[in-house]
């Protein structure tokens, strides 16, 4: 295998689909949907489905928030403004509704029924309000009094391409209008402006990964052909990868941004397997093509192996229950495959093209020197080595237990974007930019929402939520009790609160026959669901996790269950539940990872014993990358989590290619020591220049500004050094033990 003319062969067919590639070229498309991380497996998720039926989805909105310059905002100019913005809005392709100030109805309760009159009404010389600024401020005014609200609901189920072409229609008409917008906030422009940022970032790694693989390949081979072959086989690797990534239908997503950086310094570290083993063979005057093919043919298994476990590693998290998370996973390890058959299908053609060319520099005998005295200090220093190791897992495990859990919805933005800023200054003056929900359902005791003991149960139930969450504006039954109560009060400011026994009998026909209008949005066909809803602050899974188990608590020991019964729902809600899972989603990556990479190692060595052994100088790094994390603070979320099982498939790498070439030398009848010795100086070098590879890559990714591209550079960075270590001073001493394994394994071979 690895012929000239079987090279050439291959050569041949990576140019035609090369080819076809460029002619039949997948068009690129980047899509961001946060809802891609809800965990598939949650109950939660079908019931929120049906819950959504019902109400609609409780994340279809876009917020606008528009000051009067630094003028009195209840100026008529000003409202007019407002509203023919909103009128012509509402009537854009894609919009549902939208809700401001200027929709405010208010009821009042006389001998003919309900009648309603508008909050805000105006004319040429004056503004009037029937209700306080101090009852609007919150939600549809702001706290201090300077800027309107108005809340555009797209409609459900909008794509990205159909949100991207709403919101720039939107902000077409605002800035035709002569209103100064203060803030935005929502779903189709937060997706927007995250797919710009990809973009941009996209082409950065893709561009500065190139310049760092150049400068690697010039430093380590110094010729020529050591820098344009493997250059060109990455590129066209890379082409290969996307091209049938697009061809899958798959589009690039937030971790995408990542994917061109790995292909590049996975494919390096195989390709320099090769060249260094291939230098070495040309500084032993072999002759050129022979010295490509044993190159080729000798390490072809261990580079499979390796691409195979790194391939994996990312594979491995199909098997979590995040769909974002399955297609990284599934559209990497394919990539990577792409790439193993990029380096085996053209590397080989092009060298035989250029072999009259080939020539190297002789290795620098003080380095070969420096790695034997490393190899005997490992062997003198045995136990202060070991209990070393097993010192720093111990504490390493102490630490990591005391890293929280916990997620933000702009977790991946950095804290300067100015996304940021809006959505910090909707929590603070309009009481929050993430949709709350809570659903209630009536008891087997309860007929109706309007019966005056269910009332009373949802009133100290929305008392205990201002009092966990902080005072906010919700809109449920008790909203709809209180504006009816005040209705029939003639306006009274003090009437709007929950009304006495009494006072409900007087509204009770009224709500009975359903109030209209009034309970539309409130409570379902049946008259047996309804719910809570409002927006808070991001105030973090963790902070939320704590706040919704106060109010469990509350809601099992004061409310009674046979009138009302809640549920916890909503977007915001889901993606909690998924930073929650984080440990049952990297645990159920890591077993699918261990037992694919314990598999592969146990067919190739024939020894389970020796599969297990593997293993482990590839779990302490993992441990030592949670000590990393409580040092630098950085929290568990699923984009973190996910490293574990990541870091894990590309450092198992170098123990392959260490035990291969172990068994390789005790294959060709070495004594045991020997042959370890030799494969630490040969294989060590070789692990040595592929990890600094490696870390060179990933450490670029401390320079994104997304939030899971930095973790990666940070933490995958520190677990590869990490495993090189382990590799290099565990490794070995763990071997020792199996001595009598592998000499009786030789022997039944033999």
Not at 256 to 272: C, Y
Not at 361 to 366: C, I, M, Q, S
Not at 432 to 455: C, I, K, Q, R
């Amino acid at each position: 295998m690895f012929s000239k003319k079987q090279s050439n062969i291959f050569l041949t067919l990576s140019g035609l689909f090369t080819l076809i590639l460029l002619i039949w070229r997948p068009v690129p498309k980047f899509d961001y949907d946060f809802e891609q991380f809800f965990p598939q497996d949650n109950e939660a998720l079908s019931f929120y489905k049906s819950y959504a039926d019902i109400f609609g989805g409780d994340n279809d909105y876009l917020l606008l928030a528009f000051e009067n310059d630094d003028q009195e905002l209840w100026q008529p100019e000003f409202l007019s403004n407002f509203e023919s913005l909103q009128s012509q809005i509402k009537v854009l392709e894609g919009v549902d509704t939208t809700i401001s100030v200027l929709d405010l109805r208010e009821p009042r309760i006389g001998a003919f029924g309900v009648q309603f009159r508008q909050v805000v009404t105006w004319d040429e010389s004056r503004v009037n309000l029937t209700l306080p600024k101090s009852q609007l401020a919150g939600s549809l005014i702001s706290e201090d009094g300077n800027a309107l609200l108005l809340l555009v609901k797209n409609k459900t189920g909008i794509s990205k391409e159909a949100g991207d072409v709403l919101y720039q229609s939107i902000r077409e008409e605002i800035d035709e209008s002569e209103l100064k917008l203060r803030a935005v906030a929502g779903k189709i422009q937060t997706q927007g402006d995250f797919v710009k940022l990809m973009q941009s970032e996209f082409g950065f790694f893709f561009a500065i990964s190139l310049v760092v693989m150049l400068l690697i390949l010039t430093l380590l081979f110094r010729s020529w052909w050591g820098v344009v072959i493997p250059f060109v086989v990455l590129l066209i690797g890379v082409l290969w990868a996307f091209g049938v990534i697009l061809w899958m239908g798959k589009p690039l997503a937030l971790m995408s941004v990542m994917q061109p950086t790995i292909f590049l310094i996975v494919g390096l570290s195989a390709l320099i397997h090769f060249f260094v083993h291939l230098v070495k063979k040309l500084q032993a005057d072999t002759d050129q093509k022979e010295a490509i093919r044993h190159s080729y043919k000798q390490l072809f298994i261990p580079v499979l192996l390796t691409m195979m476990t790194t391939a994996l590693g990312f594979f491995s998290l199909w098997f979590t229950s995040i769909p974002a998370l399955q297609d990284f996973g599934l559209t990497t390890a394919i990539g990577i495959f792409m790439i193993f058959l990029a380096v085996i299908g053209i590397s080989p053609g092009l060298l035989y093209l250029v072999s009259k060319s080939l020539n190297s520099r002789p290795l620098k005998a003080k380095r070969v020197v420096s790695l034997r005295t490393f190899f005997s200090l490992i062997l003198k220093r045995r136990k202060v080595i070991g209990f070393g190791f097993l010192a720093m897992s111990i504490i390493a495990v102490f630490l990591g237990v005391r890293i929280p859990i916990n997620g933000y919805l702009l977790d991946n933005l950095p804290f300067d974007h100015p996304i940021r800023e809006d959505f910090g200054y909707f929590d603070s003056e309009f009481g929050g930019s993430n949709p709350f929900e809570l659903s209630l359902e009536l008891g087997t005791e309860a007929d109706t929402f309007w019966d005056y003991e269910v009332l009373q149960q949802v009133q100290k139930l929305e008392e205990e939520l201002n009092e966990v969450f902080g005072e906010n504006k919700f809109i449920s039954p008790i909203t709809l009790t209180k504006t009816l109560n005040q209705a029939q009060n003639q306006g009274n400011v003090d009437a709007f609160r929950f009304p006495s026994r009494g006072q409900f009998i007087r509204m009770q026909r009224i709500l009975r026959q359903g109030s209209g209008e009034l309970v539309e949005g409130l409570i379902d066909s049946t008259g047996r669901i309804s719910r809570i809803s409002g927006r808070l602050p991001d105030f973090g899974s963790y902070k939320m996790r704590n706040l919704r188990s106060e109010l469990d608590r509350f809601i099992q020991s004061e409310l009674d269950s046979s009138l009302l019964k809640t549920r916890w729902t909503g977007t915001a809600f889901l993606i909690d539940q998924g930073h929650e899972s984080v440990t049952w989603q990297m645990a159920r990556g890591l077993g699918v990872a261990f037992l694919l990479v314990g598999l592969i190692a146990g067919i190739l060595f024939r020894s389970w014993r020796i599969s297990f052994l593997l293993l482990i100088p590839n779990v302490i790094p993992l441990l030592l990358m949670l000590a990393v994390m409580c040092f630098l603070g950085i929290e568990f979320k699923l984009t973190t989590a996910i490293l574990f099982t990541v870091a894990f498939g590309i450092a198992v790498d170098d123990s392959i290619h260490f035990m291969t070439r172990f068994r390789l030398e005790l294959g060709s009848g070495r004594s045991f020591f020997y042959a370890m010795k030799r494969t630490f100086l040969e294989t060590g070098k070789a692990i040595l220049l592929t990890t600094v590879v490696l870390v060179s890559g990933f450490v670029l990714f401390v320079l994104s500004d997304f939030g899971v591209t930095f973790y990666s550079g940070v933490l995958i960075s520190c677990a590869l050094v990490f495993a090189l270590l382990a590799d290099l001073m565990l490794l070995p001493l763990l071997l020792i033990p199996m001595k009598r394994v592998w000499e009786g394994k030789q022997n039944s071979e033999t």
